[in-house]
């Protein structure tokens, strides 16, 4: 300490030994300074300065000396760790169980030998410390095993965090294919729980290191192998006495699933089978804090190009007690019932999904559905023909949650299913039977009927029973059937190479029909049944469903054409009248008739256009028309050969219709055009079916009565034949 901050105290010779003798009786005056009382008190200032200045010395002496002895310390504890050894990673031959307090509010974890609990005042984990080593000696060991607390639902999750080098590598190669396990790092983690599945692995591994010469690695090994022996005793026994019975618990649910197993769930939408294999599962809470268990699945599914993995989840909620494995909404293949049938019947699902990758026409019946703007699973029931395209699918619904297929990506070494191919030699020719079975149950695709894009159940597809002979029944005269037969039969058969086309290249490549005339008079029919003979999909469009914004109408019809030509379809555009009028006066119809004639110079296929009028077709449209054909009024022969032919398609279970030839030509006098007719057999084969009897030809009158009827009492709407329009 400097010297001019504290003086160093020097004692004086004191002036008197005693002090000076006084009278006891004499009064002192106070204010007197002579007087005895005031060299007491200045005796006494003197004294604690005198004192003050020997305690500033005194500090300042320690002081001193502390610092010197702290120096001194501080070399020799230097000194010491110097010469201390240095902790190696995985030096001892044990393990140390630790705890990690995760605080998820500031998503932070601190990892202590000590123990942990909740602050709720502060937010966040207090730890009280326990005696024990530190956590920078923990790497001595061979492996932790940290628990770890999740603060929503108070449970422990146990990881294992490897700290041998040897041990970590024996792990790489027993979970190389577990998809949910990284173990990349140096010193890598891995879920407790994930080590039930792979005990027996690892058992055969400290077999084979036992007697070998890397004994350390056959230690630690033996190490692990008795800590997830001893943990796992309990849920072993317990899990076992289980699965005897085909049943499990809430809490066990992690254990039934091993990794990369078969699971069995259906599809969401159709309730159709469905095959996958199981990637991990873990506990999630809903909105409402309910708890669920969410499965991790994977399948293999195409976007119509290529075929790849897809990612699903499953939920399964939570339940008390015991249940039965197969009343789980997912659970492994291996407990089904009935385990092998339905093995087999995933697979042949699985062939017949690769089959149909691409673009297919086929029959449909039973469950479909979509998913709608909210979410939500929309079914429907069809019976009708369908257009199998992914990739049309999902250009006209960019919204709709279409799954990511993923390229597979190969392993060295191979092994597992689907894990030898990567995407582009995913070939169906190179898949096995496993991989067959984790095929997508269901296909996207197009409705023709009810003109939807859909999710199909590749199970209720099959191939079309077709009609060729049903354009016989088409009642227009021969001589109009053969133009329309030799222009079809033309453009299907056409040679690329083919110099007949329009002077501009790209224009003038397709087929326009037009057919006009009154109502159920065939006009629709035609085309069906060319569509029929020829066997190719038959694209009907009401004109309603275009509408008549034109920009919206330019994009509507462009996305028509382009379709139609990827179906190599027959296009219907039904009622097509706005399309066809005069242009006038009026922009708005000139814009629509206009943006019309553009896209129809573009598009290369087969197009039908019907009417009821042709008295204000517009000129340019007029040109463009390779074959135009009018329709009249059915003859009282035409709707006898049309009662026929809609009475061979009503039988019901209990047989054929019973309809005499009398009966049949007391119906064709009646002046109904080819719709209605079409419609009275519809309504009297309800009412047979409601009646568990076959049609006859009172239900015929019956429904012929209602219908004269309606016409009665709504003659005075309009036209009749304009009501009959619309049924």
């Known amino acids: 300490m400097a010297s001019h901050l504290v003086q160093p105290f020097h004692p004086s010779p004191a002036q008197h030994t005693t002090p000076p003798s006084s009278p006891l009786h004499q009064p002192i005056d106070a204010k007197e300074p002579n007087a005895p009382n005031g060299r007491l008190a200045q005796d006494k200032t003197d004294f604690e300065s005198s004192l003050a200045e020997r305690l500033l010395a005194t500090l300042e002496k320690l002081v001193a000396e502390r610092s010197t002895s702290e120096s001194s310390s501080s070399g020799d504890d230097a000194a010491t760790k110097?010469?201390?050894?240095?902790?190696?990673?995985?030096?001892?031959?044990?393990?140390?169980?630790?705890?990690?307090?995760?605080?998820?509010?500031?998503?932070?974890?601190?990892?202590?030998?000590?123990?942990?609990?909740?602050?709720?005042k502060s937010w966040k984990?207090?730890?009280?410390?326990?005696?024990?080593?530190?956590?920078?000696?923990?790497?001595?060991?061979?492996?932790?095993?940290?628990?770890?607390?999740?603060?929503?639902?108070?449970?422990?999750?146990?990881?294992?965090?490897?700290?041998?080098?040897?041990?970590?590598?024996?792990?790489?190669?027993?979970?190389?294919?577990?998809?949910?396990?990284?173990?990349?790092?140096?010193?890598?983690?891995?879920?407790?729980?994930?080590?039930?599945?792979?005990?027996?692995?690892?058992?055969?591994?400290?077999?084979?290191?036992?007697?070998?010469?890397?004994?350390?690695?056959?230690?630690?090994?033996?190490?692990?192998?008795?800590?997830?022996?001893?943990?796992?005793?309990?849920?072993?026994?317990?899990?076992?006495?289980?699965?005897?019975?085909?049943?499990?618990?809430?809490?066990?649910?992690?254990?039934?699933?091993?990794?990369?197993?078969?699971?069995?769930?259906?599809?969401?939408?159709?309730?159709?089978?469905?095959?996958?294999?199981?990637?991990?599962?873990?506990?999630?809470?809903?909105?409402?804090?309910?708890?669920?268990?969410?499965?991790?699945?994977?399948?293999?599914?195409?976007?119509?190009?290529?075929?790849?993995?897809?990612?699903?989840?499953?939920?399964?909620?939570?339940?008390?007690?015991?249940?039965?494995?197969?009343?789980?909404?997912?659970?492994?293949?291996?407990?089904?019932?009935?385990?092998?049938?339905?093995?087999?019947?995933?697979?042949?699902?699985?062939?017949?999904?690769?089959?149909?990758?691409?673009?297919?026409?086929?029959?449909?019946?039973?469950?479909?559905?979509?998913?709608?703007?909210?979410?939500?699973?929309?079914?429907?029931?069809?019976?009708?023909?369908?257009?199998?395209?992914?990739?049309?699918?999902?250009?006209?619904?960019?919204?709709?949650?279409?799954?990511q297929v993923r390229k597979v990506e190969p392993r060295d070494p191979i092994t597992g299913p689907i894990g030898s191919l990567g995407l582009a030699d995913l070939d169906p020719s190179q898949l096995e039977e496993n991989d067959f079975l984790i095929c997508s149950p269901t296909v996207f695709g197009f409705c023709l009927g009810s003109k939807t894009f859909l999710e199909f159940a590749v199970a209720n597809i099959t191939e079309i029973s077709w009609s060729p002979s049903s354009f016989k029944d088409v009642k227009i005269p021969e001589s109009q059937k053969k133009p329309i037969w030799a222009l079809t039969k033309t453009y299907l058969d056409r040679d690329e190479s083919d110099g007949f086309r329009d002077l501009v290249q790209g224009k003038g490549r397709g087929i326009n029909f037009l057919l006009y005339g009154p109502p159920g008079v065939g006009k629709t029919l035609t085309a069906e049944t060319i569509a029929e003979t020829y066997r190719i999909p038959l694209y009907t469009v009401p004109a309603g469903q275009i509408g008549v914004d034109p920009?919206?109408?330019?994009?509507?019809?462009?996305?028509?054409?382009?379709?139609?030509?990827?179906?190599?379809?027959?296009?219907?555009?039904?009622?097509?009248?706005?399309?066809?009028?005069?242009?006038?006066?009026?922009?708005?119809?000139?814009?629509?008739?206009?943006?019309?004639?553009?896209?129809?110079?573009?598009?290369?296929?087969?197009?039908?256009?019907?009417?009821?009028?042709?008295?204000?077709?517009?000129?340019?449209?007029?040109?463009?028309?390779?074959?135009?054909?009018?329709?009249?009024?059915?003859?009282?022969?035409?709707?006898e050969a049309v009662w026929k032919y809609f009475l061979g398609q009503a039988n019901t279970k209990q047989g054929s219709p019973d309809c005499p030839q009398d009966a049949v030509d007391e119906l064709a006098e009646k002046e109904l055009n080819g719709r209605e007719i079409r419609n009275a057999v519809f309504v009297a084969r309800s009412m047979a079916q409601y009646e568990e009897t076959v049609v006859c030809a009172t239900h015929l009158n019956e429904s012929i009565s209602a219908r004269e009827q309606f016409q009665r009492d709504f003659q005075g709407a309009g036209v009749v034949e304009n009501l009959n329009s619309y049924f």
């Open 82 to 120: 110097a010469k201390e050894p240095k902790v190696e990673r995985a030096s001892k031959l044990a393990y140390k169980r630790v705890e990690e307090a995760y605080d998820n509010h500031s998503n932070k974890s601190i990892i202590t030998n000590g123990c942990h609990r909740w602050d709720d």
């Open 125 to 403: 984990y207090k730890i009280v410390e326990t005696a024990g080593p530190g956590v920078k000696d923990l790497d001595q060991y061979v492996f932790l095993v940290r628990d770890r607390i999740d603060r929503k639902t108070d449970e422990i999750t146990s990881f294992i965090d490897v700290k041998s080098p040897s041990l970590r590598d024996v792990l790489r190669e027993v979970c190389r294919d577990i998809r949910v396990v990284s173990l990349a790092e140096e010193t890598p983690s891995i879920e407790q729980n994930i080590l039930f599945h792979v005990r027996g692995a690892l058992k055969a591994q400290h077999q084979r290191a036992i007697g070998g010469e890397n004994t350390t690695a056959a230690q630690h090994l033996g190490l692990l192998v008795d800590c997830i022996e001893t943990t796992f005793q309990p849920t072993d026994q317990q899990l076992s006495v289980l699965l005897a019975k085909n049943e499990v618990t809430y809490d066990l649910l992690w254990a039934l699933f091993k990794p990369n197993a078969e699971v069995y769930t259906t599809c969401k939408g159709t309730d159709a089978p469905m095959g996958a294999l199981y990637n991990h599962c873990e506990e999630r809470l809903d909105m409402d804090g309910a708890k669920f268990m969410y499965v991790e699945i994977r399948y293999l599914s195409s976007n119509g190009k290529t075929l790849g993995e897809v990612t699903a989840g499953r939920k399964i909620p939570y339940f008390r007690g015991i249940t039965k494995i197969e009343f789980l909404q997912v659970y492994p293949l291996e407990y089904h019932p009935e385990k092998e049938k339905m093995a087999k019947d995933l697979i042949d699902n699985g062939r017949n999904f690769v089959s149909l990758m691409g673009l297919h026409h086929r029959q449909y019946e039973g469950k479909a559905f979509f998913i709608d703007d909210e979410g939500e699973i929309v079914k429907r029931h069809i019976n009708d023909r369908i257009m199998i395209d992914a990739v049309c699918f999902q250009e006209q619904n960019p919204g709709h949650p279409f799954p």
């Open 551 to 639: 920009v919206k109408v330019e994009r509507i019809l462009t996305s028509i054409f382009k379709i139609a030509s990827r179906w190599k379809a027959i296009l219907l555009l039904d009622e097509a009248d706005v399309f066809l009028a005069q242009r006038s006066n009026d922009p708005h119809l000139n814009a629509l008739v206009s943006v019309f004639l553009r896209e129809l110079e573009q598009y290369d296929g087969i197009l039908f256009l019907t009417t009821n009028r042709v008295q204000s077709f517009d000129e340019a449209m007029i040109s463009r028309i390779h074959l135009a054909l009018q329709y009249h009024p059915l003859g009282r022969d035409a709707r």
